[in-house]
């Protein structure tokens, strides 16, 4: 088992930045590629970022492509979204999530373990 929680959301203006964590405990945190998801009211679940087990491979979706950064830091078993030029229509709650078999999949059913969830609220 591997549980993630989520921090760092909250309410930011157009334009504003904000740094999402995932903090992740239980199995060997470098064993699995991390991605970031999420939804919007009303909407299903989308990829938005996702980064293979060394670091070294990122994947984004072209929403957020130039605007956000993933990253990762095994030594502290936590993954981080930087999100710059914030949209109201990046507005969601943001999920991370663990595979333990890609290296940076975007497929939500390819993920084994989901947190809970973190509210973004992007106000124009």
């Known amino acids: 088992q591997v549980q993630l929680v989520e921090s760092g959301g909250g309410l930011v203006q157009a334009g504003g930045s904000l740094r999402l964590s995932c903090a992740a405990s239980?199995?060997?945190?470098?064993?699995?590629?991390m991605g970031w998801f999420r939804q919007a009211p009303g909407k299903e679940r989308e990829f938005v970022a996702a980064?293979?087990?060394?670091?070294?491979?990122?994947n984004y979706a072209d929403s957020v492509k130039g605007r956000f950064t993933i990253s990762r830091d095994n030594a502290k078993n936590t993954m981080y979204l930087q999100m710059n030029s914030l949209k109201p229509e990046d507005t969601a709650v943001y999920y991370c999530?663990?595979?333990?078999?890609?290296?940076?999949?975007?497929?939500?059913?390819?993920?084994?373990?989901w947190g809970q969830g973190t509210q973004v609220t992007v106000s124009s």
């Open positions: 999530a663990a595979d333990h078999l890609g290296n940076g999949n975007r497929k939500v059913e390819l993920y084994d373990y």
């Open positions: 239980g199995r060997t945190f470098s064993n699995y590629a």
């Open positions: 980064i293979g087990w060394s670091g070294s491979n990122t």
